[in-house]
């Protein structure tokens, strides 16, 4: 592909390219790729993957586009010589709101994978008009707002495909948008299919409030990604939203399949639906209600040619997550679903004579991952432990009926994104020192021959050092703090929850803050930096910002600690934030409850981008661990066995753990006059009582070990030969977690595209 900037410049808003602004330089930009996407064929192949979300966290598109596309550095020098820096111009965009957290990221690594290796597939989602809250921090509290991205994106076209969805009692049209997907270097495309509703009334949403008329359901369905469910309507809300998801996926599976020659008995070999998590998992009975009431199959029929096409991918072992919807709600939102969804349990009954402990329906509760099992043909678990707790424990009784259907897919990250995008100076060493295969092999491993050469080892600290510099310079511009040239750079970037332990990190930062005021001064300074988003409806979760946001002030008040001791907390982390501070960290914390975290990905992004994980033996973190071995990971806590044991006997003892001195100290820090006074009373008692009592997720557990490991981290970090040859170690194993290698898996395991 050929660009000519100021050719283009003239064309389009007659002046010269010198004279254009940064935003109409970026829609310039975003035009080309767009058009030029436009006239790519669809990657092609009998089988077709659709890959079913309820989030796709795709971030911004242009840069990657553009390096997708080989034109990058093209571009950036064309601007250059007209003054103009491709940096500026892509902050210009706005990203995208249509995920959450991993789940979504995953799925738009594995979109942008599947693409790179050529393979025919589509994401399957919906067209968020508002997508997850914008987050903004008032009072030292998260308010959410509305994030209207769509009103100012370029991205999407429109679909000639429209479906109509028949819910209980009225019926609405879908309109389908499409984004290209282009994989690396390649002249062939996916899409990113997302529905919208034609009836769909922006004007619902009030400014500045997530608040909106939960009944308006032809006006409202795609306004928001998980809008609220702690009451009935939203819980009801969720429903319509997932059916209106599947539907028009189904009805479009179908169209596509028979628009390439299947006579629909042979659906399997023109179709595999993998669903992400049990979002999408009523595209079961709909696929089978579809093939019996439109195109006349016996039910038997239709069940078999479902079971041969749909896979499920479990994504937590947290009892919240697992749907479970009433059987009156799906009578409600669509009956004619409830029935066969009835049919299917009473068959699954009679052919495994089974009980009520795998039953997809019992005491009135539709139990969707126990369909999605049942009824698909795949079942798998995102990194090994993840997968070993669901066939030992968690999903048991499944195992023991299909041993065959279960297998592990370690996540993945993409490669293109998390070093080529996000860190081009990292890239530039690479491409130095390995050549430029590794950005379609992931294959890093040449870097281990470098492990003693200083020259390969001060490159690679270069280049830790200008990714600092850039994340300096965005904290400075987003958030107003400003980072000490020589901290280090500890971060914790996630949802906020309690089992991925956010309040173990504050309590180690008050155990930090009155250790510097006994007066045991560090050898240098240390910034903390959070960033994500809590769920409006989870409570703890908000007080848990709270105290963070809180701690972040008090410090830098402290004239003794603030030179030493920095906490920041990003507001409204995305992938966009992310892609600046991840290649910047030095320490990556990975800390939640052994056995909680499936996989984890930020994990996999942070080693990748040569920072060193302190963390729990949870989800990934067991993989890394055993990739670069003991003296290149920091890794604490108490067993996932042990954790589930203390569950299982109901042995933990929250009290006993906050009772000991040391803890106590810490805990009650919480609640002391001061930050009272500055903070907000209710929240910090709430937070206080709840670790003193409960500690549900056992942070006092391994409170004390975990402020041990951190200090001898820090005193690691002070041997700096040392430190820059775990770094490099980390980067050079982290080829096994590139997604192109976890979608080959599912590939020839589960697709066979
Ligand atoms: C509807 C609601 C209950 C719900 C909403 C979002 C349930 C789950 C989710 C999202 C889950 C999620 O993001 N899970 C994460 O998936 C990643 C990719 O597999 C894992 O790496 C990570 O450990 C897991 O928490």
């Not at 239709?302 to 009892?319: C, D, E, K, Q």
């Not at 930050?675 to 500690?695: P, T």
């Amino acid at each position: 592909m050929k660009i000519d900037l100021e050719a283009r410049s003239q064309e389009k808003y007659g002046r010269p390219l010198a004279e254009l602004d940064d935003s109409a330089i970026c829609a310039m930009l975003e035009d080309i790729v767009r058009e030029h996407a436009a006239t790519m064929p669809l990657n092609e192949g009998k089988r077709r993957l659709y890959y079913l979300s309820a989030e796709f966290l795709i971030g911004r598109l242009l840069t990657n586009n553009l390096i997708e596309l080989g034109v990058y550095d093209d571009v950036k020098a064309q601007l250059a010589s007209a003054g103009h820096d491709l940096g500026a111009v892509e902050a210009r965009e706005v990203e995208p709101s249509l995920g959450n957290g991993g789940l979504g990221r995953l799925a738009a690594c594995f979109l942008d994978s599947i693409a790179t290796l050529g393979l025919p597939g589509d994401g399957v989602g919906l067209n968020y008009h508002y997508g997850l809250f914008h987050q903004r921090f008032v009072d030292l509290q998260q308010a959410a707002e509305p994030d209207g991205w769509l009103d100012r994106q370029d991205w999407l076209v429109r679909d000639e495909k429209a479906y109509t969805v028949e819910f209980g009692g009225f019926s609405v049209k879908s309109r389908l948008y499409d984004i290209d997907v282009l994989g690396y270097v390649r002249t062939t495309k996916n899409r990113l299919r997302l529905f919208d509703l034609e009836s769909v009334d922006d004007s619902l949403v009030p400014v500045n409030s997530i608040d909106f008329d939960k009944g308006e359901l032809a006006k409202n369905l795609t306004l928001f990604l998980y809008p609220d469910d702690s009451d009935d309507a939203g819980r009801l809300l969720r429903v319509y939203q997932e059916y209106f998801m599947v539907s028009n996926a189904a009805q479009l599976i179908l169209d596509e399949a028979m628009e390439r020659g299947s006579n629909l008995h042979d659906l399997p070999d023109y179709a595999v639906v993998q669903i992400n998590d049990t979002h999408p998992s009523m595209v079961i009975p709909e696929l089978v209600r579809l093939l019996v009431d439109v195109h006349g199959f016996e039910f038997d029929e239709a069940v078999s040619v479902v079971r041969r096409m749909v896979a499920y991918t479990n994504h937590t072992i947290l009892a919240e997550a697992l749907e479970k919807w009433p059987l009156e709600s799906l009578k409600t939102v669509a009956p004619r679903i409830a029935e066969i969804v009835i049919k299917l349990d009473e068959l699954e009954r009679a052919e495994n004579g089974s009980d009520d402990a795998v039953a997809i329906v019992r005491d009135g509760v539709v139990h969707m991952a126990h369909m999605a099992i049942h009824y698909g043909f795949s079942i798998n678990g995102v990194a090994a432990l993840h997968t070993k707790i669901l066939e030992d424990t968690e999903l048991h009784p499944f195992y023991e009926l299909y041993p065959e259907k279960f297998s592990n897919k370690t996540n993945g990250i993409t490669f293109r994104r998390w070093i080529m995008d996000a860190n081009p100076a990292l890239s530039g060493v690479l491409d130095d020192v390995l050549g430029t295969d590794w950005r379609t092999s992931c294959d890093l491993s040449g870097l281990l021959a470098f492990k003693d050469d200083d020259a390969v080892l001060a490159r690679l600290d270069n280049a830790k050092t200008q990714a600092k510099a850039s994340m300096r310079e965005f904290l400075w511009e987003t958030q107003g703090v400003r980072i000490p040239e020589d901290a280090i750079i500890d971060v914790q970037v996630k949802r906020i929850h309690e089992y991925k332990r956010q309040q173990m990190l504050a309590l180690y930062i008050i155990w930090k803050y009155l250790d510097i005021k006994n007066g045991n001064i560090p050898a240098r300074p240390l910034t903390i930096i959070f960033g994500g988003k809590a769920a409006p409806a989870y409570t703890i979760a908000q007080d848990i910002i709270h105290l963070i946001l809180l701690l972040s002030r008090w410090i830098a008040a402290d004239p003794v600690v603030s030179p030493y001791l920095q906490v920041v907390m990003i507001e409204n982390y995305n992938v966009s934030a992310a892609e600046r501070v991840i290649p910047a960290a030095d320490i990556s914390e990975q800390i939640s409850l052994a056995s909680k975290e499936a996989s984890g990905t930020s994990n996999m992004k942070f080693m990748l981008n040569g920072a060193v994980t302190l963390c729990t033996l949870d989800g990934a973190n067991v993989e890394i661990a055993d990739l670069v071995g003991d003296e290149n990971i920091y890794t604490f806590g108490t067993s996932s066995k042990e954790v589930e044991r203390l569950y299982a006997e109901h042995a933990y003892d929250a009290h006993a753990h906050y009772l000991r001195p040391g803890v106590k100290l810490l805990v009650d820090f919480i609640t002391n006059p001061a930050f009272l006074a500055l903070g907000n009373a209710e929240r910090l008692h709430r937070l206080h009582d709840d670790m003193a009592w409960k500690d549900w997720f056992m942070a006092l557990l391994d409170i004390e070990e975990y402020i041990q490991k951190k200090e001898q981290v820090l005193a690691d970090y002070e041997n700096r030969d040392a430190w820059r040859k775990k770094s490099l170690v980390n980067i050079a194993k982290a080829g096994a977690f590139s997604s192109d290698r976890t979608i080959r898996q599912y590939n020839e395991d589960i697709w066979h595209l």
